[in-house]
Antibody, heavy 119, light 105 residues
């Protein structure tokens, strides 16, 4: 059974940093593209970043490029998102999501999310 | 950048209705489109991918279609469990539509 469990969300001041983690099970990280998606309170879904299955290619939305960094630890089955220089508008629930294929396309499985509040 | 325009933003409906939600790409997209259902306090769930392929376990009353830059999600015989918010997502830069909340009329 595929499981994704995010953690690391917290209350942080503007300009601060956080590292989000997504511990996975039931599949190999190096067989699937993985992404981070966020949802502001009462808002819609916003894709942030993705990593291809090989780990060689990363992708970022313009809104977070240069501030957020996606990475992974294969042996720990964990995906990360480093959030730097946080802004009030980064307040959201952050989801990690598993793709079905090796390149980012759509999101087959989602975690339950972790809440980041910037205030 | 390719934008996705999803409509309507709110859709009042009744049990048993047939409803349609539309997403229109700002230009012809390279790649496909997926549809998700999200209930309050829960993560989104994949319904349809490649514009018209039903994800395993999704009821057959859900269907998707595409015509040029217009993509459609149809729900036949709307059930109480279907009242939720629906999002489209194009594969190119993983852009989401704005969402459609299907609410009880």
């Amino acid at each position: 059974e595929v499981q994704l469990l995010e953690s690391g969300g917290d209350l942080v001041q503007p300009g601060g940093s956080l590292r989000l983690s997504c511990v996975t099970s039931g599949f190999r990280l190096d067989n699937h593209a993985m992404s981070w998606v966020r949802q502001a309170p009462g808002g819609g879904l916003e894709w942030l970043s993705a990593m291809g299955a090989t780990g060689a290619t990363t992708y970022y939305a313009d809104s977070v490029k240069g501030r957020f960094t996606i990475s992974r630890h294969i042996s720990k089955n964990t995906l990360f998102l480093q959030l730097n220089n946080l802004r009030v508008e980064d307040t959201a629930i952050y989801y990690c999501a598993k793709g079905r294929s090796v390149i980012p396309r759509y999101f087959q499985e989602w975690g339950q999310g972790t809440l980041v509040i910037v205030s | 950048d390719v934008q996705m325009t999803q409509s309507p933003s709110t859709l009042p409906a009744s049990v048993g209705d047939r409803i349609t939600i539309t997403c229109r790409a700002g230009q012809r997209t390279t790649g496909g489109l997926a549809w998700y259902q999200q209930k309050p306090g829960k993560a989104p769930q994949l319904l349809i991918y490649d514009a018209s392929t039903l994800e395993t376990g999704v009821p057959s009353r859900f269907s998707g279609s595409a015509s040029g830059t217009e993509f459609t999600l149809t729900i036949d015989n709307l059930q109480p469990d279907d009242f939720a918010t629906y999002y489209c997502q194009q594969y190119y830069r993983q852009i989401f539509g704005q969402g459609t909340k299907v609410e009880i009329k």
